[in-house]
């Protein structure tokens, strides 16, 4: 390997500059190229090819634990940076920018839609020439539910247990057993005792009381 790969490959956890492309980096870019093959064979899998799509998954994740699902189309910038635990759930069109690692814990759900990038660019324009870009591991810990299109952002870790509502993006840690919606995502609630009783509410109902 180049020493420019290796300079790339050090800074690709911390939040540092880096320009992930051109010369001294083929490797790199060659770790890119096989991630995405192994995401078009596994996207054009058939529906009833299960144990082909579970030997993808084992051959592009960087680690992944027993029943673990994830409908196709998936997209990922390697793949091989991406790290599952057990019966973890993905609905339609997961997407995750994984740069940087990806921990995803144990009995994980995601709705259709949802994004996970570790990936930014600086804000002074100067700094985004040639490329320029930063990565900051995310981790979601167990029994995390992620509604349907929403966007976690490089950085955060997101609580054991808690809920992210549809649509919302997340900016900021969230902390374990709490819903958290909205853009930017932001705690409405603890989940406590009338959890185990309410398994919907519709928008529009006022929250029970004791």
Not at 19 to 38: I, P
Not at 51 to 64: I, N, P, W
Not at 197 to 204: A, L, N, S, V, Y
């Amino acid at each position: 390997m180049s020493s420019r790969y290796d300079a790339v490959r050090a800074r690709m956890n911390i939040g540092e500059p880096y320009v992930d492309m051109g010369e001294g980096l083929e490797a790199l870019e060659a770790e890119r190229t096989h991630g995405k093959e192994l995401l078009y064979d596994f996207n054009h899998t058939r529906p009833g090819q299960t144990e082909e799509r579970r030997r993808l998954l084992r051959e592009l994740l960087g680690a992944v634990g027993d029943s673990v699902w994830i409908e196709p189309p998936f997209l990922a910038a390697y793949g091989s940076h991406v790290y599952i635990g057990e019966a973890f759930y993905a609905n339609f069109n997961l997407v995750i920018v994984d740069d940087a690692d990806v921990h995803i814990g144990d009995r994980v759900l995601f709705g259709p839609n949802v994004t996970i990038t570790t990936a930014g660019h600086p804000i002074e324009p100067s700094l985004r020439v040639g490329g320029a870009q930063y990565s900051v591991p995310v981790h979601i810990e167990d029994d995390v539910w992620i509604g349907g299109s929403a966007v976690v952002m490089p950085g955060v870790t997101i609580g054991a247990g808690s809920v992210v509502g549809a649509g919302s993006v997340v900016t900021n840690d969230i902390p374990n057993r709490v819903v958290a919606v909205g853009t930017p995502c932001r705690v409405v609630r603890p989940i406590g005792p009338e959890d185990q009783e309410f398994r919907f509410r519709h928008p529009g109902q006022a929250r029970r009381r004791s």
